[in-house]
């Protein structure tokens, strides 16, 4: 009621102002269409959005040496941060598939 007669007294008869703005469209694209902007590595947690390997199993597959990793560290810190090469993962997760593929028969 307030907020109704504030806009009388103004002498709009509307709630909407005189001059509206268009409204901006907004679109979403997935990352897969973004272009050939495909990361080379990418960190270990960010494996579970990609390809659904969590942090632990990263971790196991790369002690085995099936996947590539990559420690960035600046000398003298103890911390730094540990890559993961995209192509290997994707290598390993072929292999699999075509392992499946020769034992079942498909």
């Not at 973004?34 to 942090?55: A, N, P, V, Y």
């Not at 990263?58 to 192509?87: D, H, M």
Request: glycine letters at 8%; charged letters at 30%; aromatic letters at 4%.
């Amino acid at each position: 009621m307030n907020n109704t007669r504030r806009t009388v007294e103004a002498g709009i008869d509307d709630k909407k102002s005189a001059v509206e703005k268009p409204k901006a469209r907004v679109t979403r694209r997935p990352q897969a269409r973004l272009g050939s902007l495909e990361s080379e590595f990418t960190r270990m947690q960010d494996l579970r959005h990609r390809f659904g390997i969590t942090r632990g199993t990263a971790y196991k597959l790369a002690k085995e040496g099936k996947i590539l990793t990559v420690s960035l560290r600046q000398p003298g810190c103890t911390r730094g941060v540990r890559l993961v090469s995209v192509a290997s993962v994707r290598t390993y997760i072929h292999r699999l598939w075509a392992d499946r593929i020769i034992v079942k028969g498909i």
